[in-house]
Structure formats: structure tokens, C-alpha cells
């Protein structure tokens, strides 16, 4: 039996230093992680060696609840080793690799992440899964883009800037005058425009908003200057510092985005099944796929483009994530707090 | 670096005034007018984050400056709390940490306010960050005590827990919190982005901050005391972790990813 017990013990010894081990080593390979950027990170941490690693760090987790007793007679410290098993599990389950191991072995077929592109008005069910758009896949539904919109803080700025680098940030406000201090005037906006057009008429020049798509926000800006003169300048929010070499001053048109819209339907065999109007923080949940508002037609606003992810995995790493939480908490904050309160009820 | 002549700048100024006069009155062995000082500055601090939310009209976190300007106002309530419940001294570091952690707020960080891009209109906004501002303030204790730890020779006089087994208090009071600023950040990266983890500079920094801790625990467990200034050792690298994970990947173009907007 003593034999036995000490055994145990090296046994148990070794799991705690191939436990460090296995810490320090994702310890150092995060902060390679982090040098090297989010995309070459992913790629790395995907890897056939980084899988083994993983598939260890979660048996080691497994092996360790079994030999340590009290793993298992302390709630919290159980529920925190089974929390990250959890979410290792989930994390195997929904990568590349998985989705791999699944395909082959259970013939599951099911796209891991890839973008879709939607014109409005349009259907579409190809889900674009590389960078150039060359290879893609179906799903059983399609997704249908009523409307894009894109919605802005109100005011817009107009910022105003003398060569000497005095700087002004003027609230849009059409018809408004903005007095720019002692000797240089000021400045008034007298028209804004969401599509900027410029034609000739008559041999003249005529500024106009067109109707017809497109997108090219512009402010019509008149600076009066102390001497009575007046000049009338264009600011374009898509091109800064756009202005004539003698002006006295540099203005700019800033509009910051409040949220970005797709009115999104789901058809499904000629039906409309579900809809929802997909922001940012707010994806579409359907078939197995949330689907985020990721990008957009920002020359014209005419399609959006949403990304896409499979939901593999994904409610195990959150049951992971229950218990890694509620195990902390309640072995480091609750079960103190509790023996605190215990003395006085008593 | 520069001064900040507004209202905004003024309260900061006088709340890092307040906090070094409670710092001096304290080294002075005038605990209760140190007391009275620290207390004077977490309520111009109040006043400070309350002017800066009715500016900006959403919670001040977004930036650096905002969220330096919490972790100076989290200070004083932090250190009543880890006084008078969990018997860990040190008030005087407590004034210290939050004159250092006002400083960039006041001096370095752009107060400028901006308005909230789509990623930062969510729920989970508040909670994420807020829940690591706390356990950094916690951190930041645990740091304080660790050095004390490896620097000054053991006194037995002290009325409160000495300072290795403050730093393991305050690490298991912070390492919850650490843990559900992750969780909660990971859960709204599905929310906004697509995916739980992305492998972004800023999570990868953060998950490093929270394995320093996790050994630091497996340590303790293994060695007990036997090894304490490994204990203290394993706190100060946490703290270091947690530095590079608030400031350098949000101002070094070393890591640019997601979480850029936050510089």
C-alpha cells in the first residue's frame, strides 16, 4: 500500500510539472502568436503539431481529475479543470482540422467559415470560401438582400485648418454660420450632397445630387473673408485634403458611421422562412450558420458582404465557458464569502 | 506629453494632487488625514468620470484616456475594500497606484471624446472592459505586495496579512474577474466579429496575462511556501503581462489587429 501511495504521489508529481510544462508552453507560444499577427497566428495554432498539443493539454486536464482527488472533492476546482476541457473539446471540434475529420470519417458536410457577397434585391446561396472568390460552396438556403443601409452620427464635421495649424471642428449644420476669429472670416456651409455630380450646362459648370446609384458625400462651403470677398469651395468626405493651392485654408468632411444594415430574408424552397436585419453585433443565426455583417459596396452601396461561420462546436466551448466561470467564481469569491456569513447566522 | 487646460484636465490634476497629498500624509504617520486626502480624491475622481460620461453620452471606456481615468477612480474603493474585509495593508501603494495610473490619463492620452463605432455598440461593452479594469486594480495590489514581499524584511507587528499571503489574496480575489473579462471578450468577438477566438495580438497578450496567474496558482499548489519568492516572482510577471496587454498592443504597431480601436 505504501508502495503503492508513493507511487501515486510521483505519479501525481509528474502531472503537476508536465502541467507547468504545458502552461509555459502556451505561455510562450501566445506571445509568438501576438509578434507574428492574427492571421499567421490562426494558421500556426492549426497546425498538425499545435492539434497534438491540444488533444494533450485536454487529456492531461482529463488524466489530472482522475488522480487528484481533490479535483473531484472540490466543486469549483472540478468545474474550472472541466470548463477547459470543455472548451479545448469544442475549440478541436469546430477547427479546421475538425471540420476536416468530420468531413472524412462522418461525411458531415459543412462549411466552416467562408463570406458571402448579396447585391440588394438579389438571392444568393454561394458561400465564397478563399480570398479571390474562386471557390465556393452552396447552402440549402439562400439569403435574400432587401435593403443596405448605412446610418451616421448626426452632425456630420466639417473640420477647418489654417497652414499655420490652427484646427476648427464645425458641426454640419446647413445655412449655419461658423465665425472663425478675429481677422479671417468665416466660414458657412450652404449645401450638403450624398452623390456629387458635376455637369455642364450651357457652358457652365452645375453641381447637382444625383439620385441614381452611387455614393460621393460633398459639402458646398463659403468662406467669407474680412474684406467682404467670398469663395465657394467643394469638400469631398472620399477625398481629404482635396483644395485649391492659394486658399487659406484646408477643409475636410467627416462623417463617423453609427451602424451598418443588410434587411436580410432566408428562402428556403421558394419561401421567405426567416428575416432579420443584420448589424454588427447583431448576426443572423439560421441552419447551423450565424451570418455577420462583415463589409459593403462602399463605391455605391449596392451590395453587402456578409461573413459566415458554422456553429460546430461552438455550444460546447460555451458550456466550457459556463463552468470555467462559475467554477472561479465560486472557489475563489462564494464558498469565502459564505463561510464569512456562516458565523454570524449561526 | 501634454497639459490639458479644460475642466476634464483640471479634475484629474486635482485628484492626482489629492492622492499624492494622501501619499505623503500617510508616509508622514498621519493615516487619517491620508485617509481623509485619498478619500477627497476618489470623490473628485467620481466627479471627474461623471463629467467625462455626460460628455462623450456613453460609458467612458473606449479609449485609453477613459479607461485610465476609471482605473484611477477604482483606487480608493478597491483599497477600502481589500482593508476592511480582507485584512491587506498597503494603502499607501494603493495612493501611489493611483497617482501613476492617473498620470497618462492626465498627461499622455488624448481626451478628445468619439463617438462609438458599430463593434463598441454592445451590451457586453461596460461588462468586458469594466471587469478588467477591477482585476487590473487587483493585479496591481497583488503587484505591490509581491515587491514588498521580495524587498523588505517580514514584520510581525502588522496588523494585517503579510505580504505573500496578501499577494495570493489579492490574485484570487482579481483571477475571476480576469477570467470573465476573457470570456466575456471572447463571447462578444462571436457576437461582432464571427469567431470566439481570432488569434488577435491583443486576446493572445491577454490569455498570457491569465496563464501567468494560472501557473502562479499551480506554483503556490506545488511548492507552498517553500518557494514563496517564486510566488511574488510569478505575480510580477503577471503585472508585466498585464502592461503589455493595456498599453504596448494598443500603441505599438508591433501588434496591429481588432482591438486597435481602442488606442
Not at chain 1, 458625400?217 to 467682404?228: D, H
Given at each position: 500500500m505504501?508502495?503503492?501511495?508513493?507511487?501515486?504521489?510521483?505519479?501525481r508529481?509528474?502531472?503537476l510539472?508536465?502541467?507547468?510544462?504545458v502552461i509555459?508552453?502556451?505561455?510562450?507560444?501566445?506571445?509568438?502568436?501576438?509578434?507574428?499577427?492574427?492571421?499567421?497566428?490562426q494558421?500556426?495554432?492549426?497546425?498538425?503539431?499545435l492539434a497534438?498539443?491540444?488533444?494533450?493539454?485536454?487529456?492531461?486536464?482529463?488524466?489530472?481529475?482522475?488522480?487528484?482527488?481533490?479535483?473531484?472533492?472540490?466543486?469549483g476546482?472540478?468545474?474550472?479543470h472541466?470548463?477547459c476541457?470543455?472548451?479545448?473539446?469544442g475549440g478541436?471540434?469546430?477547427?479546421?482540422?475538425?471540420?476536416?475529420l468530420?468531413?472524412?470519417?462522418l461525411?458531415i458536410?459543412?462549411?466552416?467559415?467562408?463570406?458571402m457577397?448579396?447585391?440588394e434585391?438579389?438571392s444568393?446561396?454561394?458561400?465564397?470560401?478563399?480570398?479571390?472568390?474562386?471557390?465556393?460552396?452552396a447552402?440549402?438556403?439562400?439569403?435574400?438582400?432587401?435593403?443596405?443601409?448605412i446610418?451616421?452620427?448626426?452632425?456630420?464635421?466639417?473640420?477647418?485648418?489654417t497652414?499655420?495649424?490652427?484646427?476648427w471642428?464645425?458641426?454640419?449644420?446647413v445655412?449655419?454660420?461658423?465665425?472663425?476669429g478675429?481677422?479671417?472670416?468665416?466660414?458657412?456651409?450652404?449645401r450638403?450632397f450624398?452623390?456629387?455630380?458635376?455637369?455642364k450646362q450651357d457652358?457652365?459648370?452645375?453641381f447637382?445630387?444625383?439620385?441614381?446609384?452611387?455614393?460621393?458625400?460633398?459639402?458646398?462651403?463659403?468662406?467669407a473673408?474680412?474684406?467682404?470677398?467670398v469663395?465657394?469651395?467643394?469638400?469631398?468626405e472620399?477625398?481629404?485634403?482635396?483644395?485649391?493651392?492659394?486658399?487659406?485654408f484646408?477643409?475636410?468632411?467627416?462623417?463617423a458611421?453609427?451602424?451598418?444594415?443588410?434587411?436580410?430574408?432566408?428562402?428556403?424552397?421558394?419561401?421567405v422562412?426567416?428575416?432579420k436585419?443584420v448589424?454588427v453585433?447583431?448576426?443572423l443565426?439560421f441552419?447551423?450558420y450565424?451570418f455577420?455583417?462583415?463589409?459593403?459596396?462602399?463605391?455605391?452601396?449596392q451590395?453587402?458582404v456578409l461573413?459566415?461561420?458554422s456553429?460546430?462546436?461552438?455550444?460546447?466551448?460555451y458550456a466550457?465557458?459556463?463552468?470555467?466561470?462559475?467554477?472561479?467564481?465560486?472557489?475563489?469569491?462564494?464558498?469565502?464569502?459564505?463561510?464569512?456569513?456562516r458565523?454570524?447566522?449561526? | 506629453?501634454?497639459?490639458?487646460f479644460?475642466l476634464?484636465?483640471l479634475?484629474v490634476y486635482?485628484?492626482?494632487?489629492?492622492y499624492?497629498a494622501a501619499?505623503?500624509a500617510?508616509?508622514?504617520?498621519?493615516?487619517?488625514?491620508g485617509?481623509?486626502?485619498?478619500?477627497?480624491?476618489?470623490?473628485?475622481?467620481?466627479?471627474?468620470?461623471?463629467?467625462?460620461?455626460?460628455?462623450?453620452?456613453?460609458?467612458?471606456?473606449?479609449?485609453?484616456?477613459?479607461v485610465?481615468?476609471s482605473?484611477?477612480?477604482?483606487?480608493y474603493p478597491i483599497?477600502?475594500?481589500s482593508r476592511?474585509?480582507?485584512?491587506?495593508?498597503?494603502?499607501?501603494?494603493?495612493?501611489v497606484?493611483g497617482?501613476i495610473v492617473?498620470?497618462?490619463?492626465?498627461?499622455?492620452?488624448?481626451?478628445?471624446?468619439?463617438?462609438?463605432?458599430p463593434?463598441?455598440?454592445?451590451?457586453l461593452?461596460?461588462?468586458?472592459?469594466?471587469?478588467?479594469?477591477?482585476?487590473?486594480?487587483?493585479m496591481?495590489?497583488?503587484?505591490?505586495?509581491?515587491?514588498?514581499?521580495?524587498?523588505t524584511?517580514?514584520r510581525?507587528?502588522?496588523?494585517?496579512?503579510?505580504?505573500?499571503?496578501a499577494?495570493?489574496?489579492m490574485?484570487?480575489?482579481?483571477?475571476?474577474?480576469?477570467?470573465?473579462?476573457?470570456?466575456l471578450?471572447?463571447?462578444?468577438?462571436?457576437?461582432?466579429w464571427?469567431?470566439?477566438?481570432?488569434?488577435d495580438p491583443?486576446e493572445?497578450?491577454?490569455?498570457?496575462?491569465w496563464l501567468?496567474?494560472?501557473?502562479?496558482?499551480?506554483?503556490r499548489?506545488?511548492?507552498?511556501?517553500?518557494?514563496?519568492?517564486?510566488?511574488?516572482q510569478?505575480?510580477?510577471?503577471?503585472?508585466?503581462?498585464?502592461?503589455i496587454?493595456?498599453?504596448?498592443?494598443n500603441?505599438?504597431?508591433?501588434f496591429?489587429?481588432?482591438?486597435?480601436?481602442?488606442?
Amino acid at each position: 500500500m505504501g508502495i503503492m501511495g508513493n507511487s501515486m504521489n510521483e505519479f501525481r508529481r509528474a502531472i503537476l510539472w508536465t502541467a507547468l510544462a504545458v502552461i509555459a508552453l502556451l505561455t510562450v507560444l501566445s506571445i509568438y502568436g501576438a509578434f507574428i499577427g492574427a492571421e499567421r497566428a490562426q494558421e500556426f495554432f492549426n497546425r498538425i503539431p499545435l492539434a497534438v498539443y491540444w488533444m494533450f493539454f485536454a487529456m492531461l486536464l482529463a488524466v489530472a481529475i482522475v488522480v487528484f482527488p481533490r479535483l473531484v472533492r472540490v466543486p469549483g476546482l472540478l468545474t474550472v479543470h472541466a470548463g477547459c476541457i470543455l472548451i479545448l473539446a469544442g475549440g478541436m471540434w469546430g477547427s479546421k482540422l475538425g471540420n476536416d475529420l468530420q468531413r472524412r470519417l462522418l461525411r458531415i458536410e459543412k462549411i466552416r467559415d467562408g463570406r458571402m457577397v448579396i447585391y440588394e434585391g438579389t438571392s444568393e446561396n454561394r458561400v465564397l470560401l478563399d480570398d479571390a472568390g474562386r471557390v465556393s460552396k452552396a447552402l440549402p438556403f439562400s439569403l435574400r438582400l432587401k435593403d443596405f443601409r448605412i446610418e451616421y452620427y448626426q452632425p456630420a464635421n466639417l473640420y477647418i485648418e489654417t497652414r499655420d495649424g490652427r484646427r476648427w471642428k464645425v458641426p454640419v449644420e446647413v445655412g449655419k454660420q461658423f465665425a472663425l476669429g478675429e481677422g479671417l472670416g468665416t466660414a458657412k456651409v450652404v449645401r450638403a450632397f450624398e452623390n456629387f455630380k458635376m455637369s455642364k450646362q450651357d457652358g457652365k459648370n452645375v453641381f447637382l445630387d444625383d439620385p441614381n446609384a452611387g455614393s460621393n458625400p460633398a459639402l458646398e462651403v463659403q468662406i467669407a473673408q474680412p474684406n467682404g470677398q467670398v469663395a465657394t469651395r467643394y469638400v469631398f468626405e472620399k477625398f481629404p485634403g482635396h483644395s485649391q493651392g492659394q486658399d487659406a485654408f484646408l477643409l475636410s468632411y467627416h462623417r463617423a458611421i453609427s451602424d451598418f444594415i443588410s434587411e436580410i430574408e432566408v428562402v428556403e424552397n421558394g419561401k421567405v422562412v426567416a428575416a432579420k436585419d443584420v448589424e454588427v453585433n447583431y448576426p443572423l443565426h439560421f441552419g447551423g450558420y450565424h451570418f455577420y455583417q462583415s463589409s459593403y459596396d462602399d463605391k455605391a452601396g449596392q451590395f453587402t458582404v456578409l461573413s459566415v461561420y458554422s456553429d460546430t462546436g461552438l455550444y460546447i466551448v460555451y458550456a466550457g465557458y459556463w463552468l470555467l466561470c462559475l467554477g472561479a467564481v465560486w472557489h475563489f469569491w462564494l464558498r469565502h464569502a459564505l463561510k464569512r456569513l456562516r458565523p454570524k447566522s449561526a | 506629453m501634454e497639459i490639458k487646460f479644460t475642466l476634464q484636465g483640471l479634475l484629474v490634476y486635482l485628484t492626482m494632487a489629492a492622492y499624492l497629498a494622501a501619499f505623503v500624509a500617510t508616509s508622514l504617520r498621519r493615516a487619517r488625514l491620508g485617509h481623509i486626502l485619498f478619500l477627497a480624491g476618489f470623490a473628485i475622481s467620481v466627479i471627474a468620470y461623471g463629467y467625462r460620461w455626460n460628455h462623450v453620452r456613453h460609458v467612458p471606456l473606449q479609449n485609453l484616456f477613459e479607461v485610465f481615468l476609471s482605473l484611477g477612480m477604482l483606487c480608493y474603493p478597491i483599497s477600502l475594500f481589500s482593508r476592511r474585509v480582507l485584512r491587506i495593508g498597503g494603502q499607501w501603494a494603493d495612493m501611489v497606484i493611483g497617482t501613476i495610473v492617473l498620470f497618462p490619463a492626465g498627461f499622455v492620452f488624448n481626451a478628445e471624446p468619439q463617438q462609438l463605432p458599430p463593434a463598441l455598440q454592445s451590451w457586453l461593452f461596460a461588462p468586458h472592459v469594466a471587469v478588467y479594469m477591477f482585476s487590473y486594480v487587483f493585479m496591481g495590489k497583488a503587484f505591490f505586495q509581491a515587491c514588498e514581499h521580495l524587498l523588505t524584511s517580514p514584520r510581525t507587528d502588522s496588523p494585517f496579512l503579510p505580504p505573500e499571503q496578501a499577494t495570493y489574496e489579492m490574485i484570487c480575489v482579481g483571477f475571476p474577474l480576469l477570467t470573465l473579462g476573457l470570456i466575456l471578450g471572447s463571447y462578444w468577438g462571436k457576437q461582432a466579429w464571427g469567431d470566439y477566438w481570432g488569434w488577435d495580438p491583443k486576446e493572445l497578450w491577454s490569455l498570457v496575462s491569465w496563464l501567468v496567474y494560472v501557473a502562479y496558482f499551480h506554483v503556490r499548489y506545488m511548492f507552498g511556501r517553500r518557494h514563496a519568492r517564486l510566488n511574488s516572482q510569478l505575480a510580477i510577471l503577471g503585472m508585466a503581462a498585464i502592461i503589455i496587454t493595456l498599453l504596448w498592443v494598443n500603441l505599438s504597431r508591433l501588434f496591429p489587429g481588432l482591438h486597435s480601436y481602442a488606442s
